[in-house]
């Protein structure tokens, strides 16, 4: 059976319990550890991929299509494992299921209760998701103290007891404020939280002390005592100038020692892949300059919409050496007329995935100023759909060239409503999960994936077969295809039976549109390969 890590959070949201949990993680697979991650959401909704991008943020998506909360994104990153549809639990979803269950009569007449129905649910995912784990680490959404957390906090109590306590170890991460006016950091708040924990019958073996400056030993020692844990179970959680440094904190302070050694794992540390991520982190530190890139959405006023775009580029500058500068630019604010002054001093712009009409002109607008001033592209998802209306407005003189997803009554809907989708519901109808695309020879795309893509990859005619994510409904209307290839347009990757467009390109300029979504399975130690491309582009 694995051991199970909880990760529960205090006093305020956002102090970092996902990035302590995937940083532990990557720690543990340092010990040759098979680890795994799940993210447990108190909210209602089924699943996140109805969830407005202004509220939520971005909506992972794993290889086998579920629709994910964004954590799942940070868990890959760090533990380079993919994840699959039992690591993200939602209320909605578990009361669904009871629900289904309860009408379909499996609980035999029973009358249906939180205890012990609804965590008993709880429990049968967090177990199916470690089936194949040593470590299954779980991080519970949310605060002590909400409501709507009470379910998964007494699920996993519960947990704790049916796999023996040996198997199990409990994470608290709060907050430690740092008064400035009279210099001086608080602990109290942490109290409180392990007490509101402790009175869910919960005890953590490990406080993880959130603040923007290291906390003095007293403090920690002050944690200690008030909060029943060994003076080396608190540790410290500093802001750090990126996000992959934190493994290397953790490590610093023992904490994977200590979590095997509470755990009784007697595997030790392999060491030289610490190292290799020590000098990924040094290779960070060591980047100079910047390059501008303008990334054009819908919902940049949360920039969290665009989480796993943004790491990309990150991972990719790691590369290039040099520091990426996003210019957030409004797609509503973008014009034929005003695309010289939005776009002055970007290097490159970036068009990525979205929903509903809103801003579309404005889309349209920036990718007909990058390819007509030949400004490096890359249209990932409705920015590769974006890349062929243009195409077909501007160099196929179809002016009324659009979606059918954006006008119904367009008489050239060059990208249309993909078959059997017609009178559908929103949630989780779309092209869902990792497809395989074969990549044309001789071609922007072939370029990018050549480096690392092996032999084996390629089909009969010697083509590369790539595997990436996908989350969309809509698709290269092939009515047009013959006309756009004869004006120029470049059909760089399509489904292996060829009838689903997968990529486009321009010729003589790096101009790449791609209906999947790269940015999901980029990792820091490696970068996909289309980003790292696109900045070299750039530069």
């Given at each position: ?40 959401d108190p909210y209602m909704n089924i699943d996140p991929g109805t969830m407005s991008p202004f509220q939520h943020g971005e909506v992972f998506v794993t290889d086998d299509g579920a629709e994910t909360d964004l954590d799942l994104g940070h868990y890959e990153r760090f533990i380079d494992e993919n994840l699959g549809k039992y690591s993200n639990l939602t209320s909605g979803r578990v009361y669904w299921n009871v629900l289904s269950k309860e009408r379909n009569g499996d609980y035999l007449g029973q009358t249906v209760q939180i205890i012990p129905h609804v965590t008993n649910e709880i429990k049968d995912f967090i ?413």
């Amino acid at each position: 059976m694995a051991k199970f890590i909880f990760v529960t959070g205090g006093v305020v949201s956002g102090l970092g319990k996902g990035i302590t949990a995937a940083s532990l993680g990557r720690l543990l697979k340092c010990r040759g550890l098979k680890v795994t991650s799940q993210k447990l959401d108190p909210y209602m909704n089924i699943d996140p991929g109805t969830m407005s991008p202004f509220q939520h943020g971005e909506v992972f998506v794993t290889d086998d299509g579920a629709e994910t909360d964004l954590d799942l994104g940070h868990y890959e990153r760090f533990i380079d494992e993919n994840l699959g549809k039992y690591s993200n639990l939602t209320s909605g979803r578990v009361y669904w299921n009871v629900l289904s269950k309860e009408r379909n009569g499996d609980y035999l007449g029973q009358t249906v209760q939180i205890i012990p129905h609804v965590t008993n649910e709880i429990k049968d995912f967090i177990l199916k998701n470690a089936e194949n784990a040593d470590v299954g680490i779980v991080e519970i959404g949310g605060t002590i103290g909400d409501i709507e957390s009470q379910p998964f906090l007494e699920a996993i109590r519960q947990l704790a007891i049916e796999v023996g306590r040996r198997n199990c170890l409990f994470i608290h991460v709060c907050l430690v404020p740092y008064i400035s006016g009279s210099d001086e950091f608080k602990s109290k708040p942490t109290q409180h939280s392990v007490k509101e924990l402790m009175s869910v019958g919960i005890h953590p073996d490990i406080i993880v002390a959130r603040c923007d400056k290291e906390i003095p030993d007293d403090i920690r020692k002050k944690i200690s005592l008030f909060c029943n844990v060994s003076s080396d179970c608190v540790i410290n959680n500093t802001t750090c100038k990126s996000l992959y440094e934190v493994p290397l904190m953790l490590h610093a302070q023992n904490m994977d020692d200590v979590v095997c050694r509470d755990l009784g794992i007697e595997k030790k540390a392999d060491y030289s892949t610490l190292a290799d991520w020590s000098k990924m982190v040094e290779t960070i530190h060591a980047r100079s300059g910047e390059i501008q890139v303008a990334l054009v959405g819908k919902y940049v006023k949360l920039h969290d919409s665009y989480l796993s775009i943004v790491e990309s580029l990150n991972h990719a500058s790691f590369v290039v050496g040099k520091n990426v500068k996003i210019k957030w630019v409004d797609s509503d604010s973008v014009t034929d007329q005003t695309a010289p002054e939005v776009f002055a001093g970007c290097a490159g712009i970036i068009l990525p995935g979205g929903f509903g009409q809103r801003g579309v002109e404005g889309m349209i607008a920036s990718c007909r100023y990058a390819r007509t001033h030949k400004i490096p592209y890359f249209g990932i998802c409705l920015g590769m759909q974006i890349a062929v209306i243009e195409f077909a407005r501007s160099v196929l003189g179809l002016s009324d060239a659009n979606s059918r997803e954006f006008d119904e009554t367009s008489e050239n809907p060059v990208i249309d409503l993909m078959k059997n989708q017609e009178g559908v519901i929103m949630g989780g109808t779309m092209r869902l999960g990792s497809y395989p695309c074969n990549v044309t020879r001789g071609t922007l795309l072939e370029a990018a994936y050549a480096k690392d893509c092996p032999k084996k990859t390629r089909d009969g005619s010697g083509n590369f077969v790539i595997n990436e994510r996908h989350r969309h409904r809509y698709e290269f209307n092939n009515d047009y295809r013959e006309k756009m290839q004869a004006a120029g347009l470049v059909i760089s990757g399509t489904s292996p039976d060829g009838t689903l467009v997968e990529a486009v390109e321009v010729k003589d300029q790096f101009h790449v549109g791609v209906q999947f979504h790269p940015e999901f399975k980029s990792r820091p130690n490696k970068p996909s390969p289309l980003f790292v491309d696109f900045l070299k582009a750039c530069l």
